[in-house]
């Protein structure tokens, strides 16, 4: 899972030839350093991790109470939909939200670099101070920075605010992973009550470690865990959610 990996047991030359061979190599380079990965991978990691825990927490907590098979199912869907709609949405204007913000703040930076350059390009050279440059190469960056507006205003949106330009998220994209993923996963819970298993119970906690396991260790795809135990310390959260649950559900029937 995680790229490091890959250099175990290579000697220190061998590590430097393939990453001198990975950067000729656009998509090799991209196995090295997760290029291309990032929101959308994220949003289908823990969309699916949240829908697998929350739909099995709801299954549990109804089988504590021994609540019959279309309860489960009743449910479970409406948690399934309800929450990965919630869920969707939220990140959705989440995203939004902060796009509009960040689109608000290049206007002001645009604006500052076309009527105060001179504040503007005293920002520039305080920027590259900070990272070494003195004297005539300081004077020679500043001065093919603030040459092209369009690079001075995506410099000061880097070095001001912290944020690459062209790196925004789609919100559409970042809400319909969301749900997708929410949904999917969330639905293996209710996979044996949906098509009428026996021993629905036992074979939906099955189902659910296995895919909590499964779930856990892609998220060293962003983390950069060992796998094994990301995965299992998903399972484990999941675990404590779902006893948690049962247990909840058996008391409240055992009082009514």
Do not use: C
Request: net charge negative; no cysteine.
């Amino acid at each position: 899972m995680n790229s490091m990996h890959s250099f175990k047991n290579k000697t220190q030359q061998e590590i430097i030839g393939e990453l001198r061979t990975a950067h000729k190599d656009n998509k090799a380079f991209e196995r090295f350093h997760s290029v291309g990965k990032g929101p959308y991978l994220r949003d289908m990691v823990y969309g699916a991790n949240d829908g697998i825990v929350t739909t099995f927490a709801v299954v549990a907590g109804v089988a504590g109470a021994s609540l019959d098979v279309k309860v489960v199912l009743i449910l479970g869907l409406a948690n399934l939909f309800a929450d990965g709609l919630s869920m969707a949405t939220g990140n959705f204007i989440g995203v939004h939200s902060e796009n509009q913000l960040l689109a608000k703040e290049r206007q002001m930076e645009e604006y500052e670099v076309e009527y105060v350059p001179e504040e503007e390009r005293k920002e520039i050279e305080k920027i590259y101070r900070k990272k070494g440059f003195t004297g005539d190469n300081l004077k020679h960056v500043v001065d093919v920075i603030t040459s092209n507006k369009k690079l001075w205003v995506d410099e000061m949106m880097i070095g001001e605010l912290g944020v690459v330009p062209g790196e925004q998220d789609n919100p559409f994209k970042t809400g319909l992973t969301t749900l997708v993923s929410f949904v999917v996963a969330g639905s293996l819970p209710l996979v044996p009550y949906l098509f009428g298993m026996g021993n629905g119970f036992r074979i939906a906690i099955i189902m659910t470690g296995v895919a909590l396991f499964i779930v856990g260790s892609l998220r060293t795809l962003l983390t950069r865990q060992f796998w094994i135990v990301a995965g299992l310390e998903m399972l484990g959260i999941g675990a404590l959610a779902a006893a948690s649950a049962y247990m909840i559900g058996y008391w409240i029937e055992s009082l009514v």
